[in-house]
């Protein structure tokens, strides 16, 4: 089956900072999703994105289809933006999910 | 907005009970999905549904039941509960088309612990 790894698995941010997180996929896809999963286990899709960019307030995102890959940027960090984020992607009509990167935002 | 509810958010069973999971959506969507999540694992599809009377196999089946007798639920059947299904179950739903249609939207999971 398809492969998704992200990077990195951990990330601890100063409130303010800047972060990018990396997500590659080993094969080709109908499309790419990123989702935060809260401290209490719900899962909130921030991007449907199979290609190019979009942006949602201080989260942008951009895949790269052609070279398997999409980032999530998340600019001035709040601690609300701490949790897990998820990438998964749409492979066969199923979504398969990466492990995750673990975000904490420390005030 | 996209409402799903998932019956329990803590559960406690004995190994070898039978185990219901259910999941409800109310925005007519045609898919359901249900997932296992583990630490370092991330989601792993259990089984999925694109309509009524309908499922399909995910990655990890073994040892789980389906059942979607009506558009709006899916249920998650643990046939004879052993301890390696200790995990976090979410169930998913999601419209079919294109443009962002296909985006999933996911209950609060249910954490199980089998003892």
């Known amino acids: 089956g398809i492969q998704v790894e992200q990077s990195p698995p951990d990330l601890i941010l100063q409130e303010g900072a800047n972060s990018t997180l990396r997500c590659n996929f080993s094969?080709?896809?109908?499309?790419l999703q990123w989702f935060h999963q809260n401290p209490w286990g719900q899962l909130i899709n921030l991007f449907y994105?199979?290609?190019g960019t979009k942006q949602n307030g201080r989260l942008s995102a951009t895949t790269v289809a052609t070279e398997r890959y999409s980032l999530l940027y998340i600019s001035s960090s709040q601690t609300t933006d701490s949790g897990v984020y998820f990438c998964?992607?749409?492979?066969?009509?199923?979504?398969?999910f990466g492990a995750g990167t673990t975000v904490t935002v420390r005030a | 907005d996209v409402k799903v509810t998932q019956s329990s958010r803590y559960l406690v069973k004995r190994t070898g009970e039978k185990v219901f999971l259910e999941c409800v959506q109310d925005?007519?969507?045609?898919?359901m999905f249900w997932y296992r999540q583990d630490p370092g694992l991330g989601l792993r599809l259990i089984y999925f549904?694109?309509?009524?009377?309908?499922?399909e196999k995910g990655d990890i089946p073994e040892g789980y039941s389906v059942s979607r007798e009506k558009k709006e639920r899916f249920s998650l059947i643990l046939e004879s509960a052993s301890t390696n299904q200790t995990s976090m179950y979410l169930c998913?739903?999601?419209?079919?088309?294109?443009?962002?249609?296909?985006?999933?939207?996911f209950g609060p999971g249910t954490r199980l612990l089998v003892l």
């Open positions: 998913a739903s999601s419209s079919t088309g294109g443009g962002g249609q296909e985006t999933q939207y």
């Open positions: 094969d080709s896809v109908n499309n």
């Open positions: 994105i199979p290609s």
């Open positions: 998964a992607v749409d492979h066969d009509y199923k979504l398969s």
């Open positions: 925005m007519d969507h045609e898919n």
């Open positions: 549904s694109y309509d009524v009377k309908m499922k």
